[in-house]
């Protein structure tokens, strides 16, 4: 291989040289984030290379801001960053339970097992899980605009975020959610886009609010700053006289065409913003900059003036008012108007935000949650559990089986698992019960994170799982003792906890496979010497 390679290459291969350094990586990785699994979970400090501080227990943040370099470790990150991007949800678990899985197989490979034989009893065992988890359903989000159902299902979400915050977020939560839930489809769809988060510092987390529509962090450009029951117009380009492309020289022969030069271009203007004011429209919103001559017409006629510079936050306030966006100066028809109930400048915070609200459901398809809070890092830590339950709505729309939560589904599933290794005649035997053992780390995890003793916990919630129809029973973490979940309403979304351990199958599965590590020279120069001042 030497001879072969460019020379400044690594290698590692072999059991004791590949596989174990694999495991230990994911092993630290997976220890590390584990302490911030469930509502008692610890939250995380970190200093990301941009000197920014995130302060937060949700392990696809961590994880994001930790700048993993292993390349087993980062197999672990790839499948949690994909389980946040698809479900929002459950990133803990998965990596806590692949680096469970992976411990594990360690065991068994000290024990002499192949790691083929190991890889086969671990797919055998998920797909048995596979088979049990519909077994295990408890209850089901039949309709989606059902405030109680829907609630019900994200409070465990949140709570595992935002523990004591769950009953206030949740309602926020749903509120903006089925605020922009299509009123005339059946099975609707949530466009996570459709629900916006605008965090303003200051006061408590009891002031957060709702607002059926858009709201802006900024102020209004000119007088007038509260139209009620408006149409508004809405332009994606700026109100200004635009220069030509040409180059030209005027010739001025008297003083009166020096005096009326500028007046023609003023009396355009003023025809302009008549015609605009004359269709109709109260509000006018563009996306480009505002002449003075422009804003002066416009607080004449009595018009309210926004200027928006995403071409994004332009698309949803089209959206928030019914408009569509004109590119050209001039009034519009009545069908690119929008309208709105009020548009008002609110003073929130000592911050000027702009307000868009509509007094009816079916007159917007956006909603915002205003979060107040007194710092920085607390408003971002509820915007993420925010997120996570808009996330959760989104896979109501789509699945809207419910699973008990508080480890309770993983306990049933490890003793169902465990009387089917005992089935079993080969090798097999060995993985399957490993992968049941596994499973446990859930539950065994939320007793450590909340102060109880693991040991004796777990004896008590497998003891609760020995007779029949105690499937929901899982760990009570005010407590410290079994409680029956489903009466409790803590839940687990059917189709999140099924994608979270196929994620964390693969990723394990993945790194066991890995026997030979190569690694090629990195790229660019020598590191510049740190150290004493430059020369002159």
């Known amino acids: 291989l030497k001879g072969m390679l460019k020379d400044g290459f690594k290698t590692f291969e072999g059991v004791q040289g590949a596989v174990m350094r694999n495991i230990e990586a994911s092993k630290a990785i997976a220890a590390m984030v584990r302490t911030s699994l469930g509502p008692n979970g610890m939250n995380k400090l970190v200093v990301n290379h941009l000197e920014k501080i995130i302060v937060s227990s949700d392990c696809a943040t961590i994880l994001k801001e930790l700048e993993v370099q292993h390349p087993a470790a980062k197999m672990l990150v790839m499948a949690c960053e994909m389980q946040e991007s698809e479900f929002g949800d459950n990133t803990n678990f998965v990596v806590a ?17 192949h790691t083929s034989e190991i890889v086969t009893g671990y797919q055998r065992a998920y797909e048995k899980t596979l088979e049990i988890l519909p077994t295990l359903v408890v209850k089901t989000v039949d309709n989606i605009r059902d405030t ?4 019900s299902a994200i409070k465990s979400v949140i709570a595992t975020k935002q523990y004591g915050y769950e009953d206030l977020l949740s309602d926020l939560v749903v509120s903006a959610c089925l605020t922009s839930l299509s009123p005339t489809v059946k099975q609707p769809k949530l466009n ?17 609010s709702v607002v059926k529509g858009m709201v802006l962090l900024r102020d209004s450009e000119g007088l007038i700053k509260k139209a009620e029951n408006v149409k508004v117009g809405v332009y994606g380009c700026g109100l200004e006289a635009s220069a030509t492309e040409a180059k030209g020289t005027v ?5 009166d065409e020096l005096l009326n030069y500028n007046k023609s271009e003023e009396r355009k203007m003023e025809e302009l913003v008549e015609g605009i004011a004359a269709s109709g429209v109260k509000v006018v919103i563009c996306n480009g900059a505002i002449s003075e001559m422009a804003m002066h017409f416009l607080d004449k006629f009595g018009l309210m003036v926004l200027k928006v510079q995403s071409k994004f936050d332009l698309r949803r306030i089209c959206g928030a008012l019914g408009a569509t966006a004109v590119v ?18 609110r003073e929130v915070g000592g911050r000027k935000v702009t307000v868009f609200d509509q007094l009816l459901d079916e007159d917007t398809s956006v909603a915002t949650i205003v979060v107040r809070a007194s ?20 896979t109501l729309c789509i699945d809207g089986r419910l699973l008990p939560g508080a480890g309770a589904v993983e306990l049933e599933l490890s003793k169902q698992l ?20 596994a499973l446990d780390v859930v539950p065994r995890t939320l007793a450590e994170n909340s102060g109880a003793d693991p040991t004796n916990i777990m004896h008590s919630l497998h003891q609760a799982h020995k007779e029949a129809g105690t499937a929901t029973m899982g760990f009570d973490i005010t407590e410290c003792k079994p409680l029956d979940a489903l009466q409790h309403e803590i839940f687990d979304l059917y189709a ?15 790194v066991l496979r890995v026997d030979q590590i190569v690694m090629s020279k990195p790229a660019g120069g020598p590191k510049p010497k740190s150290g004493g001042p430059m020369d002159d």
Request: a negative charge; aromatic letters at 4%; one cysteine or more.
């Open 97 to 113: 339970f692949a680096g469970e899985l992976l411990k594990l197989a360690e065991d068994l490979l000290k024990n002499g097992l």
């Open 375 to 394: 710092t920085e890092n607390l408003m971002n830590d509820v915007e993420r559990a925010l997120d996570d339950g808009i996330n959760s709505v989104r």
């Open 148 to 151: 109680v159902q829907v609630k």
């Open 496 to 510: 999140t906890k099924a994608n979270a351990l196929r994620l964390a199958m693969d990723a394990a599965l993945t």
């Open 418 to 437: 465990k009387l089917f290794a005992d089935e079993d005649q080969g090798l097999d035997q060995y993985a399957i019960r490993k992968f049941a053992e």
């Open 328 to 345: 050209r100066l001039g009034p519009c028809t009545p069908e690119e108007m929008g309208e709105c109930s009020l548009v008002e400048v």
């Open 192 to 208: 996570m886009d459709s629900v916006r988060i605008a965090k303003l510092r200051g006061g408590n987390l009891s002031q957060s």
């Open 251 to 255: 010739l001025l022969k008297n003083a």
